[in-house]
């Protein structure tokens, strides 16, 4: 008998990776236009909680109108003997797994960043309360993961409650974060892979390092270590990190098999600490990207709920979506906010030095973890709106950039804003006037012409 037969909808993995798009779409939780939305598990005593509870608090499902977006919050709490603080982000993060298990349901991201969506075909066929919501993931998670002996599931759409539990939860998150920093890469001789998100990219692989969280910034090092424990069968299990090949880059023998196998030979090698050659790949539920900019030879930093363009005039999501799909794209790199706290953080490709532009609220939220002098110098939205503004700003600053400019032969930045050119002959047939016919040889000759250029591109001459 199956387990889901009082459910409305269909539930199986077969439903994982299924998109909804905005015109099919009943309700929508969080996502980018919310603010405030989490998703946040709590490990409590055996006592503190009833087996089952399923509590929602505010609208349910089937009182919002069509297409309504909303702040949502959902907290698990878990209880049992082997349940633990340690499992607490490991039972968080399986939510994207178990959600997207629910015919009619997406899930996307994660903590602070979730996004999910409803179908409206699926809230026909009757699913039409949080209490399906919950019936589903207390049966998934009791049986996927047997240490869990109770658990209750709060659903909040009252959004002064949403924001009330947003701050906390963000606490919360960042005392787990910060139990791992202060470990090297060099201390260990095992690193953890997690193949949760193959449903949406079937070649990508996070390996979590002490250095480098999951794209995601829902599992560290210690998470990943818990799951394998309590989970040997699961998503998260131990990568032997073998021969080191470059320790600049972050490439290792044993990453590097793990993920020709877990990847179907598509990926051949990775390394973790820099943008290009073989970048660590990405799925698409990361924090954030690094994008390279090539005017200026250095790297910007944006963050999914970034609602603006970037000093290069692309979107996050356009910049997600050519750092998505786990592929390999230079100068791409998918991240979670917890890995720019690092000393690895692109390590091999100058690292901070080599930042020159990320939105105001990340700055402020990591700074305390960015060499001092490398503050000031890194541009936000506030300081400059183009990338002529952003040359002139770090040259002003004195970026180390800058330097690296002159360092490099034959490289610099290809904004030439305005030059004058003492004498400047050309056909009138490229320079049409009126009065002057064309076709008759005349020549136009401009004196002190002054000509302004946001890009010089020099080509070579095929015909010689």
């Known amino acids: 008998m199956s387990m889901f037969e009082d459910i409305p909808v269909d539930v199986g993995i077969i439903y994982e990776g299924e998109r909804i798009r905005g015109s099919d779409m009943r309700i929508e939780l969080g996502g980018p236009r919310e603010e405030y939305k989490f998703e946040l598990v709590q490990a409590r005593g055996m006592d503190e909680i009833e087996d089952g509870k399923v509590i929602i608090i505010g609208q349910d499902i089937s009182d919002f109108p069509e297409r309504t977006n909303t702040p949502f919050g959902l907290i698990i709490e878990v209880a049992g003997k082997e349940v633990e603080k340690d499992l607490e982000g490991v039972v968080e993060r399986r939510l994207h797994e178990y959600c997207n298990y629910i015919e009619g349901f997406m899930h996307l991201n994660q903590r602070y960043d979730i996004q999910m969506r409803i179908s409206k ?58 139990k791992a920093r202060g470990m090297s890469d060099d201390d260990v001789d095992v690193f953890y892979g997690c193949s949760l998100c193959q449903s949406f990219a079937p070649t990508h692989l996070c390996v979590i390092t002490p250095q480098r969280y999951a794209n995601c910034g829902a599992i560290s090092w210690f998470d990943g270590k818990a799951t394998a424990k309590v989970d040997p069968k699961g998503p998260v299990f131990e990568i032997p990190k073998g021969e080191v090949i470059d320790a600049k880059t972050g490439e290792y023998v044993g990453v590097n098999k793990v993920i020709q196998e877990k990847s179907l030979g598509e990926i051949e090698r990775v390394q973790l600490y820099t943008t290009f050659g073989y970048p660590h790949t990405s799925c698409g539920c990361f924090e954030g990207c690094a994008f390279f900019i090539p005017e200026v030879d250095g790297f910007g930093v944006v963050h999914r709920n970034f609602k603006g363009q970037t000093v290069n005039g692309l979107n996050f999501v356009t910049i ?102 003492p004498t400047l002959e050309m056909p009138a047939s490229a320079f049409p006037i009126q009065g002057i016919p064309s076709g008759m040889g005349f020549t136009i000759i401009l004196k002190n012409a002054k000509i302004k250029a946001e890009k010089m591109i020099i080509k070579a001459d095929k015909r010689r």
């Open 121 to 178: 075909k699926s809230f026909d066929k009757g699913f039409t309360s949080f209490k399906h919501m919950g019936e589903v993931l207390k049966r998934l998670f009791k049986s996927e993961l047997s240490f869990i002996e109770k658990i209750q599931l709060t659903f909040i759409t009252e959004p002064d409650l949403v924001k009330e539990w947003y701050s906390k939860a963000l606490e919360i998150y960042e005392a787990r974060d910060a």
């Open 320 to 421: 997600s979506d050519l750092t998505a799909g786990g592929r390999q794209v230079d100068g791409f790199h998918g991240l979670s906010i917890e890995y720019m706290r690092s000393l690895k953080f692109l390590d091999a490709d100058g690292g901070w030095g080599r930042v020159v532009w990320m939105p105001q609220d990340i700055k402020e939220r990591i700074q305390d973890f960015l060499p001092p002098e490398i503050v000031p110098t890194i541009a936000t939205e506030s300081d400059v709106a183009d990338l002529h503004q952003l040359k002139s700003w770090l040259m002003e600053k004195n970026h180390p950039i800058v330097e690296r400019w002159s360092e490099e032969p034959g490289f610099a930045p290809t904004e030439i804003g305005e030059i004058t050119v």
